[in-house]
């Protein structure tokens, strides 16, 4: 885009009179006011009922919420009120920042209360502060450790789930007959669910004694095949079915990265008497970099979430060898009842992911400029 | 007369090299592509017979029905879902049908609440300029988009207490406002791109004609946007359909979602494999269909982060 910096204004410009009648501003400020006034009041009347400074209050907190949609209500119409085209403006976005941030930031900062708390939902005793008590008990956790360790495993095995997706990625390109019947074949695998692949793959078709795929190493000669048995196996099979959901999502990014090359680049190289592998090899995948990189990425950030088939088919066994950080979390949980411990150990995950994440981005990003000023050709 | 039917040209050596070369690279594309359709389709295949076998099909690894089995009601007897129970009362279908009723309004709620909030957010993002503090566009877009990253583990316990204090806790409306904080990221992602495409003058256009900026919108960008906004809205339909974590943790009697249902009947010691086929044939059924039907709006919503 050659378009001038426009950072400063709007890409669509409006002209508006932007005088508002001070009447209106006052009524803007008085809604959003009392608004405020009136959820503050139920928000300290209802936290001094719950500990028990004062006897009469709600059932819950439910009607708290009811007070900070009415204030979100209001702070809609008084944005119009009081700046007029601008406040109509800012519903557009405004909406969606309400919403995320109440859902987002809120949890949160009640989350990292949480963890550093000993609370137990099936304790009696209630809960107390208990400092860096979960913290210490993190660092000589083992199977936390073991479970992050897993995650490297499962994320390096994106790299072999590219290289499958890109393949199936240029034969889907490829001029062939059928496509639409192939491109919904291989779609599929990603419209089921989690759970129902747990079943179908992990607990039935990889059963020890009548699944098909025990057949089928039974028939190609391993003696007893299980797939859950030890370390090593159990998580290659963890590994290849989630890859069998998700290898269509790569495919599809990187299929439509295909269709955008620019077709001139791809005559050329065949004019100039490039081979099918050196028209791919320097022509095809350095264009298709970004495409790939994007889709790694976002193949990355969904890897690190994984837990579903796990929870499902092995519950992190044998003896955690499976297990990811979700999964770990979800059993400290569903077993002990220990919300104050396993929000420390997501809180801290997180602490780890956004590191990962910021240093991948800026690794790709410094590579990327690297390659580029060498440039290709 | 002879002449027309004598070849009078014929191909040279090279050609002939060529054309069996063309032939075997050919046959190396459609035997890897049927091999991977072969692969892909054949879980879902093996799924779906074995909701029709009985015990000793399944022991003997009976694979194609009416060659090596008789297929049988059974499994979806148990779910009273066969051609004789279907008219019967049956607390099993019943039960069933719930959590397939809650999967359905809390997916479509969530996804068209996601595609709302979503598509108003994108437009404005991609047209005015924000400031909120010392928030400007990209931070905000930034803001959106990052959510993407958190993972569900980090927000699952507080929910679980807030949820509780709220008494939203098993309830529909708590799962649906999870869901779209899941999925509103994917949706501002897509259609950012889908509202960048539309050129500026269309709606400059409608303003000088007297629209407002909500009226532009209204009029003139939705129905641009809509192949966009469909497609935003089916890969929504596919995530919360399927979504497990959240529904484990949340829900337990009343608005338990069908995933949660299929992984309670797993747990169970001696499952029988006939019923699970059939539970999990229809869990998955309806997203087959959208897969298969709708394919064109989901590779249209994956694709459009893949053109940048």
């Known amino acids: ?377 | 007369m002879s002449g027309q039917t004598t070849q009078i040209f014929s191909d040279a050596e090279p050609d002939l090299a060529y054309r069996a070369k063309w032939y075997t690279e050919r046959a190396l594309i459609y035997g890897a592509l049927i091999f991977w359709a072969f692969i892909c389709l054949f879980p879902i295949y093996w799924t779906v017979t074995t909701s029709f076998k009985i015990a000793p099909d399944v022991m003997r690894g009976n694979l194609v029905p009416w060659v090596d089995f008789e297929p049988q009601w059974r499994g979806w007897r148990s779910l009273g879902l066969s051609p004789n129970t279907i008219s019967e009362t049956s607390t099993v279908r019943e039960e069933f049908l719930k959590r397939f009723m809650n999967s359905v309004i809390t997916s479509l709620s969530a996804s068209m609440l996601a595609v709302t909030l979503g598509s108003l957010a994108a437009y404005g993002l991609s047209r005015f300029s924000y400031r909120f503090g010392f928030m400007r566009n990209s931070d905000i877009s930034f803001f959106f988009l990052s959510q993407m990253i958190l993972p569900p583990v980090v927000l699952a316990l507080p929910f679980l207490i807030l949820y509780k204090e709220l008494a939203l806790l098993d309830s529909r409306i708590g799962i649906i406002l999870l869901y779209t904080l899941m999925v509103l990221p994917i949706v501002i992602w897509i259609m950012r791109d889908q509202f960048s495409a539309i050129p500026i003058e269309l709606e400059e256009a409608a303003l000088v004609d007297g629209l407002s900026v909500w009226g532009a919108f209204v009029q003139i960008v939705l129905p641009i946007a809509l192949p966009g906004m469909v497609a935003a809205f089916i890969l929504s339909l596919v995530l919360t359909w399927n979504e497990y974590f959240f529904a484990a943790l949340l829900t337990s009697t009343d608005a338990k979602t069908l995933p949660v249902m299929v992984a309670s009947q797993t747990g169970s010691q001696g499952i029988n494999w006939w019923s699970m086929a059939a539970l999990s044939t229809a869990a998955i059924a309806p997203l087959v269909v959208i897969g298969v039907v709708l394919e064109r709006y989901i590779i249209k919503g994956m694709a459009a982060g893949a053109g940048k």
């Not at chain 1, 885009?1 to 426009?6: H, R, T, V």
């Open chain 1, 1 to 377: 885009m050659s378009m001038p910096a426009q950072s400063d204004g709007d890409k669509l410009h409006v002209v508006t009179s932007d005088h508002m009648s001070p009447g209106r501003i006052l009524a803007g400020r008085t809604l959003v006011w009392s608004a405020a006034v009136l959820l503050a009041v139920m928000l300290i009347a209802q936290a001094l009922y719950e500990f028990e400074v004062i006897s009469f209050g709600f059932e819950n907190w439910r009607p708290v919420l009811y007070a900070y949609l009415l204030w979100a209500i209001a702070m809609g119409v008084a944005q119009v009120l009081i700046r007029g085209e601008q406040g109509k403006r800012a519903l557009f976005v405004l909406p969606a920042v309400l919403f995320v941030v109440s859902m987002v930031i809120f949890p949160m900062l009640f989350g990292l209360y949480i963890s550093f708390t000993d609370w137990n939902l099936a304790s009696v005793t209630g809960r107390k502060f208990n400092g860096l008590d979960n913290f210490r008990q993190m660092l000589s956790d083992p199977f936390y450790w073991n479970a992050l360790l897993n995650m490297v495993y499962y994320v390096a095995a994106i790299a072999v789930e590219y290289i499958i997706a890109f393949g199936l990625a240029l034969l889907l390109n490829a001029d062939i007959r059928a496509r639409k019947f192939f491109r919904v074949a291989l779609l599929l695998p990603l419209m089921l669910s989690p759970v129902a692949v747990s079943w179908m793959v992990g607990k039935s078709m990889m059963e020890i004694r009548f699944g098909p795929l025990a057949r089928l190493g039974r028939f190609l000669g391993w003696e007893s095949p299980s797939f859950f048995g030890t370390p090593e196996v159990a998580r290659l099979a963890i590994m290849v079915m989630d890859a069998w959901t998700f290898i269509p999502f790569m495919m599809i990014m990187i299929l439509a990265g295909l269709q955008a090359l620019p077709k001139e680049v791809l005559e050329a190289a065949k004019v100039d008497g490039a081979t099918a592998w050196q028209s791919f090899w320097e022509v095809i995948f350095p264009l298709m970099l970004p495409v790939s990189i994007t889709a790694i990425v976002i193949r990355i950030i969904f890897k690190l979430k994984l837990a579903d088939i796990i929870i499902n088919v092995t519950s992190g066994g044998p003896g955690g060898a499976t297990d990811s950080v979700t999964s770990f979390i979800f059993r400290e949980y569903r077993d002990r009842s220990n919300v104050g411990y396993g929000t420390l150990l997501a809180m801290v995950y997180l602490v780890l992911i956004i590191v990962f994440i910021l240093m991948l981005l800026s690794g790709v990003n410094r590579w990327m400029r690297r390659t580029s000023q060498g440039g290709f050709g």
